[in-house]
Protein backbone atom coordinates (compact mmCIF):
# COMPACT_ATOMS: atom_id res chain seq x y z
CA UNK A 1 0.00 0.00 0.00
CA UNK A 2 1.43 3.19 -1.00
CA UNK A 3 -0.77 5.67 0.81
CA UNK A 4 -0.61 7.61 3.57
CA UNK A 5 0.12 5.68 6.58
CA UNK A 6 -0.20 6.41 10.16
CA UNK A 7 0.65 4.84 13.59
CA UNK A 8 -0.76 4.01 16.14
CA UNK A 9 -4.20 3.99 14.89
CA UNK A 10 -5.82 3.87 18.43
CA UNK A 11 -4.35 5.52 21.37
CA UNK A 12 -6.12 5.55 25.10
CA UNK A 13 -4.18 7.50 27.32
CA UNK A 14 -4.54 8.92 30.86
CA UNK A 15 -5.07 12.51 31.31
CA UNK A 16 -1.52 14.19 31.94
CA UNK A 17 0.41 11.81 30.13
CA UNK A 18 2.52 12.44 26.89
CA UNK A 19 1.58 11.15 23.37
CA UNK A 20 3.50 10.92 20.31
CA UNK A 21 1.80 9.80 16.89
CA UNK A 22 3.95 8.79 13.43
CA UNK A 23 2.70 10.00 10.17
CA UNK A 24 4.39 8.50 6.71
CA UNK A 25 2.94 10.37 3.45
CA UNK A 26 2.89 9.18 0.10
CA UNK A 27 6.76 8.89 -1.06
CA UNK A 28 6.89 11.89 -3.72
CA UNK A 29 4.75 13.81 -1.37
CA UNK A 30 6.80 16.86 -0.31
CA UNK A 31 3.78 19.04 2.11
CA UNK A 32 2.83 17.50 4.82
CA UNK A 33 -0.91 18.57 6.93
CA UNK A 34 -1.95 17.37 10.38
CA UNK A 35 -5.95 17.77 11.12
CA UNK A 36 -8.14 17.21 13.74
CA UNK A 37 -11.61 15.90 13.98
CA UNK A 38 -13.82 15.98 16.52
CA UNK A 39 -17.22 14.19 16.32
CA UNK A 40 -19.78 15.83 14.02
CA UNK A 41 -17.35 18.29 12.23
CA UNK A 42 -14.86 18.53 9.76
CA UNK A 43 -11.32 18.40 10.14
CA UNK A 44 -9.49 21.35 11.17
CA UNK A 45 -6.14 22.09 10.38
CA UNK A 46 -3.18 22.04 12.65
CA UNK A 47 -0.27 22.44 10.79
CA UNK A 48 2.05 22.13 7.35
CA UNK A 49 5.32 21.07 6.87
CA UNK A 50 7.09 21.36 3.43
CA UNK A 51 9.90 19.62 2.91
CA UNK A 52 11.01 19.47 6.69
CA UNK A 53 10.03 23.32 7.09
CA UNK A 54 7.07 23.65 9.30
CA UNK A 55 5.30 26.52 7.53
CA UNK A 56 2.05 27.13 9.53
CA UNK A 57 0.53 26.11 12.88
CA UNK A 58 -2.94 27.03 13.52
CA UNK A 59 -3.89 28.61 16.69
CA UNK A 60 -5.72 25.62 18.12
CA UNK A 61 -2.17 23.81 18.52
CA UNK A 62 -1.66 25.23 21.96
CA UNK A 63 2.06 25.05 23.70
CA UNK A 64 0.98 21.68 24.57
CA UNK A 65 1.23 19.96 20.77
CA UNK A 66 4.63 20.06 18.59
CA UNK A 67 5.15 18.35 15.26
CA UNK A 68 8.32 17.81 13.35
CA UNK A 69 9.68 16.23 10.30
CA UNK A 70 13.15 15.88 10.84
CA UNK A 71 14.20 14.76 7.23
CA UNK A 72 11.64 15.61 5.11
CA UNK A 73 10.17 12.26 4.72
CA UNK A 74 7.96 10.99 8.03
CA UNK A 75 6.18 13.15 10.57
CA UNK A 76 5.32 13.20 14.58
CA UNK A 77 3.08 14.78 16.61
CA UNK A 78 3.66 14.90 20.40
CA UNK A 79 0.83 16.09 22.55
CA UNK A 80 2.30 16.92 26.42
CA UNK A 81 0.05 16.54 29.32
CA UNK A 82 -2.79 15.44 27.70
CA UNK A 83 -6.09 16.53 28.56
CA UNK A 84 -9.74 15.18 28.00
CA UNK A 85 -10.61 17.54 25.57
CA UNK A 86 -7.86 16.49 23.59
CA UNK A 87 -9.49 13.15 22.11
CA UNK A 88 -10.50 13.40 18.53
CA UNK A 89 -9.11 11.81 15.41
CA UNK A 90 -5.68 12.90 14.27
CA UNK A 91 -5.01 12.63 10.22
CA UNK A 92 -2.16 13.40 8.77
CA UNK A 93 -2.33 14.26 4.78
CA UNK A 94 -0.16 14.87 2.00
CA UNK A 95 -0.21 16.31 -1.27
CA UNK A 96 2.64 17.26 -3.74
CA UNK A 97 4.10 21.27 -4.22
CA UNK A 98 2.11 21.35 -7.30
CA UNK A 99 -1.28 19.78 -6.07
CA UNK A 100 -3.83 20.91 -3.98
CA UNK A 101 -5.08 17.53 -3.60
CA UNK A 102 -4.79 16.50 -0.24
CA UNK A 103 -4.80 12.52 0.57
CA UNK A 104 -5.62 11.06 4.26
CA UNK A 105 -4.03 8.25 6.26
CA UNK A 106 -6.48 6.71 8.21
CA UNK A 107 -5.95 8.57 11.06
CA UNK A 108 -5.01 8.02 14.98
CA UNK A 109 -7.75 7.77 17.44
CA UNK A 110 -7.23 9.47 20.91
CA UNK A 111 -8.95 8.85 24.00
CA UNK A 112 -7.99 10.22 26.99
CA UNK A 113 -9.09 8.76 30.20
CA UNK B 1 -19.63 32.47 10.86
CA UNK B 2 -17.73 29.60 9.85
CA UNK B 3 -15.91 29.28 6.60
CA UNK B 4 -18.09 26.77 5.03
CA UNK B 5 -20.93 25.64 5.75
CA UNK B 6 -23.23 22.69 4.37
CA UNK B 7 -26.61 21.69 5.38
CA UNK B 8 -25.53 18.53 7.96
CA UNK B 9 -29.11 16.68 6.31
CA UNK B 10 -29.35 13.60 6.48
CA UNK B 11 -30.83 13.02 3.04
CA UNK B 12 -32.42 9.64 3.45
CA UNK B 13 -32.47 8.96 -0.59
CA UNK B 14 -34.28 5.21 -2.00
CA UNK B 15 -31.81 3.73 -4.50
CA UNK B 16 -31.95 5.09 -7.88
CA UNK B 17 -33.12 8.71 -6.94
CA UNK B 18 -30.99 11.78 -7.71
CA UNK B 19 -29.80 13.84 -4.71
CA UNK B 20 -28.05 17.12 -4.87
CA UNK B 21 -26.90 19.46 -2.13
CA UNK B 22 -24.85 22.42 -1.69
CA UNK B 23 -22.39 24.20 0.69
CA UNK B 24 -21.21 27.76 1.09
CA UNK B 25 -18.39 29.70 1.46
CA UNK B 26 -17.18 33.03 3.25
CA UNK B 27 -14.07 33.68 2.01
CA UNK B 28 -14.36 35.05 -1.87
CA UNK B 29 -9.95 34.81 -2.35
CA UNK B 30 -11.15 30.84 -2.24
CA UNK B 31 -9.29 29.60 -5.08
CA UNK B 32 -9.58 25.63 -5.51
CA UNK B 33 -12.39 23.29 -4.25
CA UNK B 34 -13.18 20.35 -3.57
CA UNK B 35 -15.54 17.29 -2.64
CA UNK B 36 -14.21 14.52 0.07
CA UNK B 37 -16.22 11.63 0.87
CA UNK B 38 -16.16 9.87 4.93
CA UNK B 39 -17.64 7.23 6.05
CA UNK B 40 -17.98 6.31 9.47
CA UNK B 41 -15.02 6.45 11.48
CA UNK B 42 -13.14 6.65 8.34
CA UNK B 43 -10.55 8.83 6.84
CA UNK B 44 -11.93 11.84 4.32
CA UNK B 45 -11.20 9.96 0.85
CA UNK B 46 -11.13 12.72 -2.17
CA UNK B 47 -14.29 12.03 -4.29
CA UNK B 48 -13.68 15.13 -6.90
CA UNK B 49 -11.83 18.32 -7.20
CA UNK B 50 -14.51 21.35 -8.57
CA UNK B 51 -13.80 23.73 -11.62
CA UNK B 52 -15.10 26.89 -12.42
CA UNK B 53 -17.12 25.47 -15.61
CA UNK B 54 -18.51 22.79 -13.37
CA UNK B 55 -17.73 18.81 -13.99
CA UNK B 56 -18.96 15.18 -14.11
CA UNK B 57 -17.24 12.23 -13.02
CA UNK B 58 -19.70 9.06 -13.96
CA UNK B 59 -22.92 9.83 -11.40
CA UNK B 60 -21.26 12.96 -9.97
CA UNK B 61 -21.51 16.30 -10.91
CA UNK B 62 -19.75 19.46 -9.19
CA UNK B 63 -20.86 22.78 -9.96
CA UNK B 64 -19.28 26.12 -8.70
CA UNK B 65 -20.83 29.36 -8.72
CA UNK B 66 -18.52 32.04 -7.55
CA UNK B 67 -20.47 34.98 -7.60
CA UNK B 68 -23.02 33.20 -4.71
CA UNK B 69 -19.90 31.59 -2.94
CA UNK B 70 -21.62 28.40 -3.22
CA UNK B 71 -20.64 24.43 -4.27
CA UNK B 72 -23.12 22.15 -5.07
CA UNK B 73 -22.73 17.62 -5.85
CA UNK B 74 -25.46 16.00 -7.38
CA UNK B 75 -25.50 12.29 -7.49
CA UNK B 76 -27.91 10.42 -10.40
CA UNK B 77 -28.68 6.85 -9.69
CA UNK B 78 -27.56 6.35 -6.33
CA UNK B 79 -26.36 3.20 -4.89
CA UNK B 80 -26.42 1.81 -1.23
CA UNK B 81 -22.72 2.52 -1.71
CA UNK B 82 -22.94 6.13 -1.74
CA UNK B 83 -24.10 6.07 1.80
CA UNK B 84 -21.53 8.42 3.21
CA UNK B 85 -20.75 12.26 4.84
CA UNK B 86 -20.08 14.57 1.98
CA UNK B 87 -17.35 17.33 2.98
CA UNK B 88 -17.21 20.64 0.95
CA UNK B 89 -13.50 21.39 1.10
CA UNK B 90 -12.08 25.13 0.00
CA UNK B 91 -8.63 26.03 -0.68
CA UNK B 92 -8.22 29.47 0.37
CA UNK B 93 -4.28 30.16 0.74
CA UNK B 94 -2.29 27.12 -1.25
CA UNK B 95 -1.78 24.54 1.26
CA UNK B 96 -4.69 24.86 4.38
CA UNK B 97 -8.25 22.87 3.85
CA UNK B 98 -11.31 24.58 5.36
CA UNK B 99 -13.61 21.66 5.76
CA UNK B 100 -17.34 22.08 6.28
CA UNK B 101 -19.26 20.00 8.80
CA UNK B 102 -20.41 17.50 6.04
CA UNK B 103 -23.89 16.50 4.26
CA UNK B 104 -25.09 12.62 5.52
CA UNK B 105 -25.91 10.97 2.52
CA UNK B 106 -28.05 7.68 3.48
CA UNK B 107 -29.00 5.66 0.18
CA UNK B 108 -31.94 2.90 1.25
CA UNK B 109 -32.62 -0.82 -0.68
Known amino acids: DTGVSQDPRHKITKRGQNVTFRCDPI?????LYWYRQTLGQGPEFLTY????????KSRLLSDRFSAERPKGSFSTLEIQRTEQGDSAMYLCASSTRVSNEQFFGPGTRLTVL | RKEVEQDPGPFNVPEGATVAFNCTYSNSASQSFFWYRQDCRKEPKLLMSVYSSGNEDGRFTAQLNRASQYISLLIRDSKLSDSATYLCVVNRIDYKLSFGAGTTVTVRA
Open chain 1, 49 to 56: FQNEAQLE
Open chain 1, 27 to 31: SEHNR
